[in-house]
């Protein structure tokens, strides 16, 4: 009839929801990596967690895959990657950033909870919640980079197609968990409150830990450990911020809460564990990732030299010396230790015992700052940053015996700052420790 009405309908190819493809024809690895490049330059607290050579070689990377570089550039930037995070030993480029966040350098929260003087603030909590949450996204698996690698050398011109055993060794990165560490010590353990139902009972360990009067001593690994797992396995990092926080109030942060023996570097470095080589050597400090607590790991806790776990019983044939290495430990125990002075003849072992002594107090949470002759031009920068670590129980260790000259340059520096002159004053958490051969040693024009 001349009412009726054609309507023309376009066909319908299908009819469904598009849950995504998993042939890799929708993946744009450029925007992916732009997003994740964005988001490291988000932090607004964890900026330091970014800033090791494994971290900065990641970056570099995903700047070169968002920038859809030519397959020479991306491989050159995957190798460098693949040497930097093989190097930290860690498991997987997420579990080394859960361990630099575990370090809490440069972490205004971090530092909070170490000192212990007042709890966090909300606007702490809110960006080291949304730091944690930047940086569970922007560890994306080793496998899903590789695969956006291959994805742009595939669509590049030429193509370029990788061997098989260079593909084979890539996939092997990050992709080798292990079974987490049994064993944690229930006092020094800072993942228990992750086990906790309520928010509030999680909230208030970490409390009752920044209440502590002085830090606990270094976590051990499999401590580490276990926080590291808790974090990296959780739905969202951010819920393990309680546990985080109680690490930092038991233990510190940055070397001062890994290792028991320092040394000052320079201005910019400061304190640094001292004693052990650099990552990936024999000699490399295994408290980070080592997860067992036998008795080689522990000793890099400390560094080289048996002094500073030489027990008692080492020095009982040496009356003398034992009886100095008593006096020390019962002095360096009380609340409010005074400066020791060891003085005797050479040869009869004062600065061995004084090791041991100042090592038996290391389960304690003692930590020694070691002091050469050139350490004294600095050592107003070293008591200012002893200080800055007031829940910290600092030994400051001289290596050479004081028998310097009158008023020479070392001598004024130590006497100034023991005297409270250059405009400061000695750290009351911060001890002296000094050998002399005689007892007039720190004044040596007196009789």
């Not at 000192?115 to 994306?140: F, I, N, W």
């Amino acid at each position: 009839p001349a009412s009726a009405r054609v309507r023309l309908v376009a066909p319908s190819r299908a009819l469904g929801f598009d849950l995504g493809e998993t042939d890799g024809n929708k993946l744009r690895p450029e925007a992916e990596a732009q997003a994740l490049v964005e988001d490291a330059a988000s932090l607004l607290f964890a900026q330091d967690a970014l800033r090791g050579p494994a971290a900065q070689a990641y970056l570099a990377l995903l700047q070169q895959i968002s920038l859809k570089a030519s397959p020479t550039r991306l491989f050159t930037a995957y190798g460098a990657f693949f040497r930097a995070q093989q190097a930290t030993g860690a498991r997987s480029f997420a579990d080394h950033i859960v361990d630099e966040v575990i370090a809490g350098k440069g972490n205004p929260l971090a530092e909070t909870c170490a000192r212990g003087a007042r709890e966090p603030s909300a606007l702490e909590l809110a960006a080291a919640r949304a730091d944690l949450d930047l940086l569970q996204r922007l560890c994306v698996s080793e496998a899903t980079v590789l695969r956006w690698c291959e994805r742009l050398a595939e669509t590049a011109t030429p193509r370029r197609t990788q061997p098989a055993s260079w593909l084979a060794a890539a996939e092997t990165l990050g992709a080798a968990p292990a079974a987490s560490p049994a064993g944690i010590d229930a006092e020094s353990s800072a993942t228990d409150a992750i086990d906790a139902d309520d928010a509030d009972d999680r909230w208030t360990a970490a409390k009752d830990a920044m209440k502590r009067a002085f830090l606990t001593a270094p976590a051990r690994p499999s401590t580490r450990a276990a926080l590291r797992d808790s974090v990296a396995e959780s739905w969202a990092w951010s819920d393990s911020l309680p546990a985080l926080a109680k690490h930092w109030a038991l233990h510190g942060v940055d070397e001062i809460g890994a290792r028991s023996v320092l040394a000052w570097t320079g201005a910019k470095t400061k304190l640094r564990g001292v004693g052990v080589g650099a990552e990936g050597t024999d000699g490399a400090y295994l408290g980070r990732y080592g997860g067992d607590d036998d008795q080689e790991t522990l000793r890099s806790l400390v560094g080289a030299g048996v002094a500073w776990t030489a027990s008692e019983d080492f020095f009982a044939s040496r009356p003398s010396a034992a009886a100095a290495r008593a006096a020390i430990v019962e002095e360096l125990s009380s609340d409010a230790p005074r400066h020791v002075l060891v003085h005797g003849p050479p040869g009869v072992g004062k600065r061995f015992a004084a090791r041991s002594a100042i090592g038996e107090g290391f389960e304690r949470g003692a930590r020694c700052v070691q002091l050469g002759r050139g350490d004294l031009r600095a050592l107003p920068e070293i008591l200012a940053e002893v200080a800055k670590h007031p829940r910290a129980k600092f030994v400051l260790f001289l290596e050479m015996p004081l028998c310097l000259t009158p008023y020479a340059e070392f001598h004024n520096e130590l006497t100034a700052a023991l005297d409270g002159g250059g405009g400061g004053s000695w750290p009351a958490n911060a001890t002296l420790v000094a050998t002399a051969l005689a007892p007039t040693g720190l004044k040596p024009g007196e009789k």
